[in-house]
């Protein structure tokens, strides 16, 4: 299997003299899922348009399982499955013929490989259905089967969770999660919330201006996860008043969010404030580290406001 699935090599594009992208270089593997956020405005459109070939480089490559997406089109968009902007889908039909009619597009699809697909997405009782029937969600995952109908190497969805609701944005992220996992699929997903991206990706780029101004491994340690330094955490307990009490004994400052509470502390003391709440009968329910690092520098890049 080849080691890299997507490769962005010095990738640049100038629009009316404007150089909206500035030179992305990044690797992505088999079966790794990557985030690609930044505020709207940032570029993200244009680099996957890019990278499906939808739009010309400027300068640099973009290459699929080593083949230039430039130079050698054709091989390399048959490794490619996209949603960019908004999925393609006649209403009129229903999914099953929706997903036929993309079938044909491509060669050796056969009605096992759709059905197979269908069963991935989670929508086999409603594929007899005409499409404008469908709520957003399934809309969304009905696009998502149409682009992986081919086996691609490479998945790319630009904000794929847009305008849906929570249960929506969950079974995305899980099928998401499987494709990767079970298939090997490398994922890169396009997103303005970093919320929803976390939970879903192995690495973050986040990109500002065109240029990727951070990158990590969602996993990796922090410089704060080192012993002595200060951590962020949520404790998320029973009886917040009393776990409260027992943190402010320690001049610990707690800000609250329903059951949930929001902490500064060295990460030596957990264990001991943990011990100290089950003695008292507070039933602790999770402690959970915030990756302060990538958060900050979120908030920082967006300001809280998603218009740059
Ligand atoms: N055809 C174009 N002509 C001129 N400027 C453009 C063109 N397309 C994009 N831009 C500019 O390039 C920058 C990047 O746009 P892009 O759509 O890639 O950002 P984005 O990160 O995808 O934002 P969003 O989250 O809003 O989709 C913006 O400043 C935009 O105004």
Redesign the pocket.
């Known amino acids: 299997m080849n080691e890299i699935a997507l490769e962005l090599k010095d990738v640049k ?1 100038t ?2 003299n ?1 150089e ?2 500035k030179g992305l270089n990044f690797q992505i593997k088999p079966g790794e899922v990557y985030g690609f956020i ?12 890019m990278m499906v070939g939808l739009m010309n480089l400027t300068e640099g490559d973009v290459k699929i399982l080593g083949k230039s997406i430039q130079s050698e089109y054709k091989e390399a968009a048959r490794n490619i499955g996209a949603i960019v902007e908004n999925p393609e889908l006649y209403s009129f039909m229903t999914g099953w013929q929706n997903l036929m009619h993309f079938a044909r597009m491509y060669e050796g699809i056969t009605k096992e490989r759709i059905r197979e697909v269908v069963s991935l997405v989670g929508l086999d009782n409603v594929i007899n259905d005409k499409v404008k029937k469908y709520s957003l969600g399934m809309r969304q995952r009905l696009g998502v089967a149409q682009a992986i109908l081919h086996k691609p190497a490479v998945l790319i969805l ?2 794929p969770t847009n305008g849906l609701d929570p249960a929506g944005i969950r079974e995305i992220r899980d099928y998401i999660r499987r494709l990767a996992e079970e298939d090997q699929v490398a994922v890169v997903i ?1 997103s ?1 919330l970093l919320s929803e991206i976390e939970l879903m990706c192995d690495r973050i780029g986040i ?1 500002k ?2 240029e990727i101004i951070s990158e990590r491994y969602v996993n990796e340690e922090s410089d704060q996860d080192d012993a002595q330094s200060d951590v962020k955490v949520i404790f998320d307990v029973g009886q917040a008043d009393e776990a409260i009490k027992v943190l402010e004994d320690r001049d610990i400052e707690v800000k609250r969010e329903s059951d949930k509470l929001v902490t500064e502390i060295n990460r030596q003391e957990i264990p001991n404030i943990v011990q100290t709440m089950v003695n008292q009968n507070i039933s602790v329910f999770g402690v959970t580290p915030i990756k302060a690092t990538l958060e900050d520098q979120f908030l920082e890049l967006t300001g809280g406001n ?3």
Not at 38 to 49: E, L, M, V, W
């Open positions: 594009k629009i009316s404007k909206i992208i930044g505020p709207n405005g940032a570029g993200k459109t244009t680099t996957i348009r630009d904000e396009s303005h990109i201006h065109g998603v218009i740059e």
